[in-house]
């Protein structure tokens, strides 16, 4: 089996990479488990401390990760180098709070001395995706190899490339052989590793239905799992809303990795009284943007990633207007090389319309009008998912009431929905379980042990 990496900006062949026969996989499976007992051993101030060295590792190839991001999955060139930067500041944030996260805490009970220790699990597998294929794997990676585990990945197959060349940063760091593996294997074989006894939890990020599966094969072998599935995201707008700001950041919300992102704002919930001029100022900014060659500066709207998935957005949006939304801009393919799709801005959708509906995974904003903030909470919680939300006002007592009853696991007001090492990263309902970054995601693939001791 080959992996083909392509050049979504024209379709052209950049790589065959070769996977993994069966030898080679048991042989990566024997290498990570050797590995486990001495890494654990470690003092956990020496593995933090390799995120130095893995942090100046990823800045002296800053230039060419980025251009490896663009080349390879599309994103513009100026985002990609955000993702790498984004990256060097996780190792900072790791190397400076794993330490005091990690650390026994002491409990008053009937014992002499009882505590919570923080054991690692063993080997982590990692099945990442490919829309921030450094970030996902190094959100996963950092905290689960500086807790004491190992880690294995199992990358998107569009991204055979990126895969080789993260585990290359590992190794040029100067982990130990097997801390961080690269697994060149096709999905089918997934849920073997899975079920592997060598492998102790699993970390996916991607579709609802695919974390479906791998839910249910971690389950059956009774292992942890971390999911961050799909999203819907309601960006609401208020009526005192500054909208000035509002479309702004629903631009770049909506736009930013030509759409292709969990957190991206998916529904534009707005008030009728100011329906009209927030539409008018988002299509007048939408219709601005300039799709074309990722790597140059003038860019603003990139490829999307396969034109598997440019296929099933048109499909998505020509369901939404035959449903009777109307296609203020874009709604077509653009034509040429490469998978371009115009820049997409939906009126008048409704909660039943196939776009209120499902995640849309590409340029195109959706805009449902409601009458009043009731309604508008209403629909923003209408949904099968819960990840992010947004909500637009000036009024702080307003914005906490939206923050306590919006059914999301990250709430962000006035302001873009992001990941931030500083906080924790994760939804409810079809949006997954568990929690990436923070505090949280550094305990979620460890032993919380109890210890009781009476002398």
Known sequence: MQFESRNPADGTLLQLVNGCADSELENLLQRTQRACA???????????????????????????????????????????????????????????????????????????????????????????????????????????????????????????????????LFRDAGYPDGVFTTLMITSDRVADVIRDPRVHAVSFTGSEAVGRQVAACAGAALKKCVLELGGSDPFVVLED???????????????????????????????????????????????????????????????????????????????????GAVALAGGHKLEGNGYFYAPTLLDQVTPDNPAAQQEVFGPAAVVLRVPTEANALALANNTPYGLGASVWTRDTAKAMHWAQH??????????????????????????GYGRELAHYGQLEFVNIKTVWHRH
Request: proline share 5%; charged share 20%.
């Open 241 to 323: 809303a500054d909208l000035s700001q509002a479309v702004q950041v629903a631009l770049t919300s909506r736009y930013l990795n030509c759409g292709q992102s969990c957190i991206a704002a998916k529904r534009f919930i707005v008030l009728a009284a100011v329906a009209d001029e927030f539409v008018t100022r988002f299509h007048h900014a939408i219709t601005a943007l300039r799709p074309g060659d990722p790597m140059l500066p003038e860019t603003t709207l990139a490829p999307m990633a396969r034109d598997d998935l440019r296929e099933h957005l048109h499909s998505q949006v020509q369901a939404s207007v035959g449903h």
């Open 406 to 431: 919006l059914q999301s696991g990250m709430t962000f007001i006035n302001g873009l929905v992001k990941s931030d090492a500083r906080l924790p990263f994760g939804g409810i309902k079809n949006s």
């Open 38 to 168: 001495p890494w654990t051993s470690i003092r956990g101030t020496q593995r933090a401390a390799k995120l130095q060295d893995l942090k100046q590792v990823i800045t002296s190839r800053r230039e060419h990760i980025a251009k490896l991001i663009t080349m390879e999955m599309g994103k513009l060139w100026r985002e990609s180098c955000a993702e790498v930067d984004k990256c060097i500041t996780a190792c900072d944030y790791y190397q400076d709070n794993s330490e005091a996260y990690l650390k026994s805490q002491d409990i008053v009970t009937d014992a002499d001395h009882s505590f919570v220790m923080y054991q690692p699990l063993g080997t982590v597998l990692a099945i990442m995706p490919w829309n921030f294929p450094l970030w996902q794997v190094m959100r996963c990676a950092l905290p689960a190899i500086t807790a004491g585990n190992t880690c294995l990945l199992k990358h998107a197959a569009n991204v055979p490339q990126l895969a080789l060349a993260v585990e290359e």
